[in-house]
């Protein structure tokens, strides 16, 4: 009986272990520029896929993506989210549940959305969608700053703004955005991409996600930074042109970018159970179907947003149907407490963290048991 119990008593202690050991993780920011919640929880909406002034080919783009069942229809547009992420990590933000993943700053633009989940910090000061060097410590720096993590973090965006949000001046952290050069040494594929980067005509602020992601997964493969940010920015481009079909494309590419990612950290020693995925994006877009291209103070949904979990410390719970209230600004705490760090600017207060981890509950039973032998 005595070896029964300490046998009970070890695994629980391993059980309570696991749980709580986070050394030296790697972490994966993830960001789409403004995708909606709607489409990650229902899939694509029944009359925006269907009009065609937002869809050249509404036949093909139904075939691709529509089915008369929700959850079909969310798995459709996004497979990674549903088939993995949703049995193997959690997603938050399905309003239909009182689920509520919020945007706490009031502009609902991408500079004050990217400064919120970054620095974990609501701003209510204004700064537009500039190149306007941020004042607000973010997480990337503080974690460059700590031991183990030091000259292991990096950040890829297709968006050309986000040097100045992440103030790679101060920060000193390794940006590479827009249509940025990258390093080419003996890099042979860096190379190649800077060949294509040069001719892709008519630059504008945004890169092709593709190619951001290129860049991102060499640096990944090649330099094994312990923290990334990798900041996608198409499906914000179509939305605003109000290409709907472009919008589910991109999306759906974003899931598959994403998947082969996820891939090659569970098939690399390095990372290997040891790296944790946090997807998620800078605002929401309207809510009504007239509306859905736009965001902004004044349009409704606006400030309504979800995350994505997957990896070591991240409860493996799926779909969330509980009544909660998150929001974007606890996105950067949540880094640093999955990196066993405790954030902390002198510059502005930083929000607490999402509670991702399971709450441990331990049967009465064992509980009493575990009393008994402790007692003896
Ligand atoms: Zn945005």
């Known amino acids: 009986m005595k070896l029964f119990l300490l046998a009970i008593c070890s695994l629980v202690c391993l059980f309570l272990h696991a749980q709580t050991s986070r050394s030296q993780r790697n972490i994966f920011i993830i960001t789409t520029d403004g995708f909606r919640w709607q489409e990650v929880f229902q899939g694509a909406d029944s009359l925006l896929i269907r009009d065609t002034v937002l869809v050249k080919d509404t036949g093909l783009i139904c075939q691709k993506f529509w089915h008369a069942d929700p959850e079909e229809r969310r798995r459709k547009l996004l497979p990674f989210f549903w088939e993995v992420i949703a049995k193997k990590g959690r997603l938050s933000g399905n309003r239909a ?33 500039l190149t306007v060097r941020n004042k607000n410590t973010n997480i990337l720096e503080y974690m460059n700053s700590r031991e183990g993590y030091a000259g292991k973090v990096a950040a890829f965006s297709s968006w050309s703004v986000m040097p100045y949000i992440l103030n790679e001046k101060r920060s000193e952290i390794a940006v ?9 040494g003996e890099d042979t594929l860096n190379r ?45 481009e179509f939305a605003h042109q109000g290409r709907y079909d472009q919008y589910l494309q991109k ?10 990612l996820w891939y090659y950290v569970q098939t690399d020693p390095f990372y290997k159970d040891n790296t944790t995925f946090i997807i998620t994006t800078d605002h929401g877009r309207g809510s009504k179907t007239a509306k859905w291209s736009k965001h902004g103070f004044w349009v409704k949904g606006s400030g309504e947003v979800w995350t994505a979990l997957i990896g070591p410390g991240i409860a493996p719970d799926g779909e969330r149907k509980e009544k909660e209230k998150m ?38 039973i064992i509980q009493t048991k575990i009393l008994a032998v402790g007692n003896k």
């Open 97 to 129: 549940y009182g689920n509520e993943v919020n945007i706490a700053n009031l502009y609902k633009i991408s500079y004050p959305g990217y400064n919120e989940i970054l620095t974990g910090y609501a701003d209510t000061r204004f700064i537009p969608n």
């Open 176 to 184: 590479n955005s827009g249509y940025e050069m990258l390093d080419e």
């Open 192 to 236: 190649l991409i800077n060949q294509v980067q040069r001719t892709v005509p008519m630059k504008g602020h945004t890169r092709y996600d593709l190619l951001t992601y290129a860049s991102a997964k060499n640096y990944i493969e090649t330099k094994h930074p312990k923290v990334l940010f990798l900041g996608l920015g198409e499906t914000d």
């Open 251 to 260: 999306a759906h590419q974003v899931d598959q970018m994403i998947a082969e």
């Open 327 to 364: 929001y974007a600004k606890q996105i950067a705490s949540t880094v640093s407490l999955l990196a066993d760090e405790h954030f902390k600017a002198d510059d502005h207060s930083v929000a607490k963290p999402l509670q991702v981890t399971r709450t441990v509950v331990i049967p009465e």
